[in-house]
T-cell receptor, first 117, second 111 residues
Framework: NAGVTQTPKFQVLKTGQSMTLQCAQD?????MSWYRQDPGMGLRLIHYSVGAGITDQGEVPNGYNVSRSTTEDFPLRLLSAAPSQTSVYFC????????????????FGPGTRLTVL | AQRVTQPEKLLSVFKGAPVELKCNYSYSGSPELFWYVQYSRQRLQLLLRHISRESIKGFTADLNKGETSFHLKKPFAQEEDSAMYYCALSGRSGGYNKLIFGAGTRLAVHP
């Protein structure tokens, strides 16, 4: 039972390159999300998904794309990396919100540290 | 607008001293408040949530709706409490399970 896994752990890109950050979970959670963590700014929501085939934008979606073809996976795509996207990226999951109205805990992956030169 | 404010970037105390990490929020509906913690080289994890009214690792937090605060307290700090602490808010008025995080406070407990 791995929980929430993220790959890679570290990545260095050049400006303009593209890449995909992977997130997978084996907890059968409906909700998955991506955050970026920057010093002095806490965690900011990029995109989230409430189930396979359903995604929506968070607080800072520009420059990022997501898709959710399965319950288990929620990849984050950077189409043309920019230095402003240098950050630590966290994936998080939670049980279905509507079914668990009094239980709102999110489970986080270990993070991916991305540097864009 | 939903917002979480943690006014202190760093809180430095000695072992055995009381600790209070401040958190204020703005939200028009009925909020659900959390404290998450990130120890060195570990992933972010839930410390406690206001709805359960529990004490975890000696920490407590009371939701004060009048002052819109959810401060985290511990009477006697331990060195192993050193970590990054994030206050977070989840709204119930529509939408889904979106957490709004504060900027975080680093707690450093010195021997």
């Amino acid at each position: 039972n791995a929980g929430v896994t993220q790959t890679p752990k570290f990545q260095v890109l050049k400006t303009g390159q593209s890449m995909t950050l992977q997130c997978a979970q084996d907890m059968n959670h409906e909700y998955m999300s991506w955050y970026r963590q920057d010093p002095g700014m806490g965690l900011r929501l990029i995109h989230y998904s409430v189930g396979a085939g359903i995604t929506d934008q968070g607080e800072v979606p520009n420059g990022y794309n997501v898709s959710r073809s399965t319950t288990e996976d929620f990849p984050l795509r950077l189409l043309s990396a920019a230095p402003s996207q240098t950050s630590v990226y966290f994936c998080a999951t939670a049980p279905d919100f509507l079914k668990h109205r009094d239980y709102n805990e999110q489970f986080f992956g270990p993070g991916t540290r991305l540097t864009v030169l | 607008a939903q917002r979480v404010t943690q006014p202190e970037k760093l809180l430095s105390v000695f072992k055995g001293a009381p600790v209070e990490l401040k958190c204020n929020y703005s939200y028009s509906g009925s909020p659900e408040l959390f404290w998450y913690v990130q120890y060195s080289r570990q992933r972010l994890q839930l410390l406690l949530r206001h709805i359960s009214r529990e004490s975890i690792k000696g920490f407590t937090a009371d939701l004060n709706k009048g002052e819109t605060s959810f401060h985290l307290k511990k009477p006697f700090a331990q060195e192993e409490d050193s970590a990054m602490y994030y206050c977070a808010l989840s709204g119930r008025s529509g939408g889904y399970n979106k957490l709004i995080f504060g900027a975080g406070t680093r707690l450093a407990v010195h021997p």
